[in-house]
């Protein structure tokens, strides 16, 4: 993981001794406008603007503007655009498109027009997030590699004491996340995908718990158990739990960690399997999102639970007409073994009611629909109407791009069996296909100690975990940890009474 180093600086950038001071301009109907400090000195604000309008600079989300000044040090100046806004979103963004853009520099400065700490952690954790480079697997390209800056300092005379410890932890989640998708499927496997979990759990107030495949079969939980069976790497449930001291509220977060999605004997196209490697963000996910917890000490219990299998053909693999068992005893009928994410997160869902949490919330890469639906920057969010407001609440609160999908029950006729309890899936039918899942999901929601069904949020991911395109803010090409800034910020709301 390779999240820069974050620093607060209360003295004036006009001395800053960085490789580049990072300056803002705003796109107005009049054109380019210059956001700059006035301790830069008037000399070096002239030169600046002089140039900006040079070189038809417009202010625009996403431009940079490299400059070399000779009039005052430092001498090479950027300009990253803000758009028409100036708030804590738009501050946020473009710290990220600065950074992200500017690889090659070993370190960063920004003189940023921040008028509260909510803005200064806003562009902390922004310029952390641009940081991020992966390069585990370089060898001989690496020497050739521009990578990010490795220090960024933040100029601003507005207290923000704990600015920089949550910034750092929120790109650390976000860092774990992406690491861990990033890792190619010969190495990352359901049991090592748990020792990383083990790994990442070190150190901290976390107690985690392994199931392998012999104790999965043993505890009922036959939905990872068949999906894994396929696969000569076996499946694994790790259970991630935070429990501090006066914690109120329990908050279970169910992930699905397909490390690798063949579709099973209901076989992927070749160019469909490309990149099913991120079938376990969902999984990475939940851990980031109880570790950062934990290191920021939020008074709420959580519980992660990381559903993980490897979905491969062979003699051993379920077969479509196969029935499986699911913990709690719930049969279900399996008719397309691709649909495997929704019988791994049905264990999971199970087993965290069992425990009776205040809420739960799954995360999941689940359908193609999804991204159908809703394209490559927004997640799909449904269940408990007042769990899935205060989701969208969360993710505005973040700046992650989220929206509340519909919960049709009139499709749970879809998935009647003529043999169990329900099936998996509809072959031939491409109608709601996120929605359908989602009605599958609800069947193992389970109820509260006073008999009352546990309110309950999905969150299809499938679509903003992988950003297939060119980079945009503080998000690159590949991964993006996409909601788990939004879950870390409604863990924090649950901690409130």
Known sequence: MTVPALSLSTESASG????ILILASLQTDDGVRLLADVTLGDDLIASVTAQLLLLNATGARDEVVRLVVMTETPRSIAIVGLGRLLNTEALRHAAGSAVRQLSGAASVAFSLPLDDADQVEAVLEGAALGGYSYTAYRHSSLAATKLPARSVVVHSATPAASAVERARVSAEAIGLVKDLVNMP????????????AVDAARGLPLDVTVWDEHQLAADGFGGIAGVGAGSTRPPRLVKVSYSPNGAGKHLALVGKGITFDTGGLSLKPPASM??????????????????????????VRITAWMCIAENMPSGSAIRPNDVLRMRGGRTVEVLNTDAEGRLVLAD?????????????????????????????????????????????????ATGETAWPMPFPNEL?????????????????????????????????IGTDTAGQTIPWAHLDIAGPAQNSGSGWGFTGVGPTGVSVRALLRLAEDFSRP
């Not at 499927?185 to 990383?196: T, V, W």
């Not at 998996?424 to 296909?433: L, W």
């Open 16 to 19: 800053s001794t960085t490789e």
């Open 412 to 444: 749970r006729a879809t998935l009647n069996s003529d043999v169990a309890d329900i099936a998996n899936a509809k072959i031939g039918s491409s109608v709601g296909g996120m929605l359908l899942a989602g009605i599958f999901l609800k069947e193992f």
């Open 274 to 299: 490309v990149g099913m490697k991120y079938d376990m963000t969902g999984a990475a996910t939940v851990l980031a999102v109880v570790v950062a917890a934990a290191r920021l000490q939020l008074p």
């Open 348 to 396: 999971g869902l199970v087993a965290a009611g069992e425990e009776h949490p205040d809420a739960i919330i799954d995360v999941a890469t689940l359908t193609g629909a999804a991204v159908v639906a809703l394209g490559n920057r927004y997640f799909g969010v449904m269940g408990d109407d007042t769990l899935v407001q205060h989701v969208l609440a969360a993710s505005t």
């Open 185 to 196: 499927p010969l190495d990352l496997y359901p049991a090592s995908l748990a020792d990383q």
